[in-house]
């Protein structure tokens, strides 16, 4: 017998069931990627952002190969300072975006600040002197061609456009392209290594007449090879975050190309070598924010700065 009728006799349908609303979607981001180098070239393929601070200490050569700033086109003259180093800061904005998984595009835009130093002499010409301003532009693609979760293999090309004031220390003066290949490697739950390998490879440069002789021009600019290798270890594993130290050792080769001496003489910088190690760790706090921290010495006696302290925030998507 129904509880309740309706005036027709009529039983009334139960009382629908209250259904619990479904819970809300919060917006899915992407995990941090694998990638806990600092200095190495991340093999990674999403979008991101990042934020880097670099401050640079004792870079004696900062014209070599015209890889950090442009050379002159003559000798320098006899009233002018001799460059004993310099120090340099740099900020760098940098955003990635992937369309599609194994393909990004992305670019860089540095800041950079230098401060010069010359040995004491008077009556002498300082020809740089310390200022900042907009280094040179960066812009590239990069395409995965092995992806899993165990390793990655990207191909990365990456392109300089001469935006920076080459005569006050800020760029090049000419563009340069940049082929790379980029690996990881996840060895265990904790472990894993990265490594790069690539040329900077100038087009253009400035063009230095000896004035000696009637000889050609020799280009100041010249190719440079990179390559490194990063060993990383999960010291502390939590639901919230991770802190990853990583040893990275990169090395370059100057194929071409000169560098002023320290008795401002012009003379040719192929052949050089030099070999650097970094130290640092990365810190991971979830839904695509990490932190880097770490510190580079150069080891070889010929050197691109002698002390790098670096800081980067990360926010992957």
Not at 176 to 191: A, D, F, G, N, V
Request: proline letters at 7%.
């Amino acid at each position: 017998m129904a509880l309740f009728a309706t005036a027709s006799g009529q039983t009334s349908p139960p009382a629908a069931k209250n259904k619990p609303k479904p819970p809300r979607k919060e917006l899915k981001r992407a995990d941090i990627d694998a990638s806990m180098v600092g200095y190495i070239d991340d093999s990674s393929v999403h979008s991101q952002v990042r934020l880097r601070f670099d401050a640079g200490f004792n870079d004696p050569r900062p014209d070599r190969a015209e890889y950090f700033y442009a050379g002159s086109c003559c000798p320098p003259d006899p009233n002018q300072a001799v460059q004993r180093t310099l120090n340099f800061q740099q900020l760098y904005i940098s955003g990635e975006y992937a369309p599609i998984k194994r393909f990004s595009v992305f670019t860089l835009i540095p800041y950079r600040w230098i401060q010069p130093i010359y040995l004491p002499a008077p009556n002498t010409v300082q020809p740089i002197s310390s200022g900042g301003g907009i280094s040179d532009v960066q812009a590239g693609l990069k395409f995965g061609l092995i992806a899993n979760d165990s390793r990655q293999l990207t191909f990365q090309l990456r392109s300089y456009f001469p935006s920076g004031d080459g005569a006050a220390g800020l760029g090049t003066n000419h563009y340069s392209i940049e082929p790379m290949l980029l690996y990881y490697q996840h060895l265990s739950e904790r472990i894993s290594i990265e490594s790069e390998f690539g040329d900077t490879h100038p087009i253009g440069g400035t063009h230095f007449y000896s004035g000696a002789t009637p000889a050609a021009p020799q280009n100041f600019a010249g190719d440079v090879l990179m390559y490194g290798l990063g060993p990383s270890y999960k010291l502390i594993d939590r639901d919230k975050y991770q802190v990853t130290p990583v040893l990275e050792l990169v090395a370059w080769h100057v194929f071409s190309g000169l560098q002023t001496g320290s008795d401002n003489i012009v003379q040719s910088a192929a052949g050089i070598n030099v070999f650097n190690v970094k130290l640092g760790a990365r810190l991971n706090s979830g839904r695509g924010n990490s932190i880097y921290a770490g510190y580079g010495r150069a080891l070889t006696s010929d050197i691109w700065y002698r002390n790098l302290f670096r800081i980067e925030y990360r926010r992957a998507f």
